[in-house]
T-cell receptor, first 111, second 111 residues
Framework: QQQVKQSPQSLIVQKGGISIINCAYENTAFDYFPWYQQFPGKGPALLIAIRPDVSEKKEGRFTISFNKSAKQFSLHIMDSQPGDSATYFCAASKGAQKLVFGQGTRLTINP | DAGVIQSPRHEVTEMGQEVTLRCKPISGHNSLFWYRQTMMRGLELLIYFNNNVPIDDSGMPEDRFSAKMPNASFSTLKIQPSEPRDSAVYFC?????????FGPGTRLTVL
């Protein structure tokens, strides 16, 4: 019940396209859902996060969509750029402390 | 701000040796986390501290692993004795509240 399932494992998108990564969770006690971006050789960095009291949060080209009833949330990257090529992790926790991470999605944006 | 500092960045050791990984969190952050990242298991939380006190060590894989935080500016993760299956990238992260700031990681190879 602590798992967060992330898909797809890898994704290739053309420059300017929309990248979509999906996550599903089981634990209804989770109340914090962040997305992290990781470049090779670096630690993960927070990209955007959402609480379950809203269904969508947008920051620039990045949007989280949250479906509480389905226990799913997704990351949309609009106008994807080669610089967005990285590994993306969704995560979930109760209280933002003990994060449970998805397995990661390796995103490649082709120029 | 220098961010979270980890040392060493790379460590190669032989099976049975003691390994100590070090972390200096961002000043003013009251929570510190140790993670392990592998291809097979992804990002796993090992242990976290609040105000230098260990809160949850349920992710520590075995008694061979131990972590300390003697003061607000320093933490160690020790593996004794090390085994080849401990080979991974170990991340330290610190947090003032919700967002966790990750260090660059220590790549550990146990031969």
């Amino acid at each position: 019940q602590q798992q967060v399932k992330q898909s797809p494992q890898s994704l290739i998108v053309q420059k300017g396209g929309i990248s979509i990564i999906n996550c599903a969770y089981e634990n209804t006690a989770f109340d914090y859902f962040p997305w992290y971006q990781q470049f090779p050789g670096k630690g993960p960095a927070l990209l955007i996060a959402i609480r379950p009291d809203v269904s969508e949060k947008k920051e620039g080209r990045f949007t989280i969509s949250f479906n509480k009833s389905a226990k799913q949330f997704s990351l949309h990257i609009m106008d994807s750029q080669p610089g967005d090529s990285a590994t993306y992790f969704c995560a979930a926790s109760k209280g933002a402390q003990k994060l449970v991470f998805g397995q990661g999605t390796r995103l490649t944006i082709n120029p | 701000d220098a961010g979270v500092i980890q040392s060493p960045r790379h460590e190669v050791t032989e099976m049975g040796q003691e390994v100590t990984l070090r972390c200096k969190p961002i000043s003013g952050h009251n929570s510190l986390f140790w993670y392990r990242q592998t291809m097979m298991r992804g990002l796993e939380l090992l242990i976290y501290f609040n105000n230098n006190v260990p809160i949850d060590d349920s992710g520590m894989p075995e008694d061979r692993f131990s972590a300390k935080m003697p003061n607000a500016s320093f933490s160690t993760l020790k593996i004794q004795p090390s085994e080849p299956r401990d080979s991974a990238v170990y991340f330290c992260a610190s947090s003032p509240a919700n967002e966790q700031f990750f260090g660059p990681g220590t790549r550990l190879t146990v031969l």
